[in-house]
């Protein structure tokens, strides 16, 4: 009787273990999350945090580029970048621990290659593997220069904490079919004009249009309407031709621009009505507790899209 009381005690220590750990993990999930409210305070303090980090961490790579600055305050960015380092690797290992919370699936590993591969995963690891490489493998210094160039990816963390930001990330993801149409029309609208330039200078300018590759410059300058000066027809039909791909380049500069504008003016006036309604829906009291659930996970999920 002794030894099975022994044996209860222990199972019923480690399922009250178990259940400490879910608890504990589902409060590090609320913290890390951004904040959906302003009663959430440790979720608060902790996006608070994070946008400060990365403010201070942009401002100290600018610095860095001055030789004087970077001499004297050396020790000084370099324990800016030990705290941040430290601070952004627990973010992202508390973030792999709580995957399987923000991505559900069948198993936790699903969750967890699921998550690892989103953008901001991405962007949170490549923002701070460049500090751990040298100490992992031999290379080169001025690779080393390279990889710290990486750390400007950390401002794109705070696309995590910004509506703005998230915002014009759906419209992009909606408008992406579109926006690859006229990508690829302007590719081709690109290669003929190169081509046929390099047909109608090269006898005249050589050097300035030597081979259709070399082309694509003056036809990037024209189509974008920037015109640097620095290669241009100077034969007759040479110069027809440039007038006629600078005017399409003006209906092509404008055409993604009108596409993310209408994708804009949607993907708002779609968030706007689901805020309505959740705040409708709230002031209906508990009898629409499920419907403002219901809302929330459709914001939510328009949210990590």
Do not use: C
Request: proline letters at 4%.
């Amino acid at each position: 009787m002794f030894n099975i009381s022994l044996g209860k005690i222990a199972f019923l220590s480690y399922d009250d273990d178990i259940v400490t750990f879910i608890v504990l993990r589902k409060k590090l999930f609320n913290i890390i999350e951004p904040a959906g409210n302003k009663f959430e305070t440790p979720s608060l303090v902790f996006d608070k945090t994070v946008i400060i980090l990365i403010s201070i961490n942009i401002i100290s790579i600018i610095l860095e580029s001055f030789p004087q600055v970077n001499e004297q305050y050396e020790s000084l960015f370099r324990l800016i970048e030990i705290i941040s380092i430290s601070f952004f690797t627990i973010e992202y290992l508390l973030r792999l621990l709580t995957s399987d919370l923000k991505y559900p699936a069948s198993s936790r590993l699903r969750s967890l290659l699921y998550y690892v591969l989103t953008p901001m995963a991405l962007i949170d690891l490549f923002a701070i593997i460049p500090f751990y490489i040298p100490f992992l493998f031999t290379i080169d210094l001025r690779f080393i220069r390279v990889l710290r160039l990486t750390r400007l990816l950390r401002i794109l963390k705070i696309n995590r904490y910004s509506n703005s930001l998230q915002l014009l990330g759906r419209v992009l993801n909606r408008a992406k079919e579109k926006l690859i149409v006229t990508m690829f029309v302007t590719f081709i609208l690109m290669l003929f004009a190169s081509t046929a330039m390099f047909y109608l200078e090269t006898d005249k300018q050589p050097e300035a249009f030597p081979n259709i590759i070399a082309s694509f410059w003056w036809a990037i300058a024209t189509l974008t309407t920037v015109g640097y000066g620095d290669v241009y027809p100077i034969t007759l039909w040479g110069k027809i031709l440039a007038g006629i791909v600078a005017l399409l380049g003006v209906g092509l500069v404008a055409l993604p621009t009108g596409i993310i504008s209408s994708g804009f003016i949607e993907e708002y006036e779609s968030t706007l009505h689901i805020s309505k309604s959740i705040k409708k829906a709230r002031n209906g009291g508990n009898s629409n507790k499920s419907k403002v659930q219901r809302l929330l996970r459709t914001k939510r999920r328009k949210s990590n899209r």
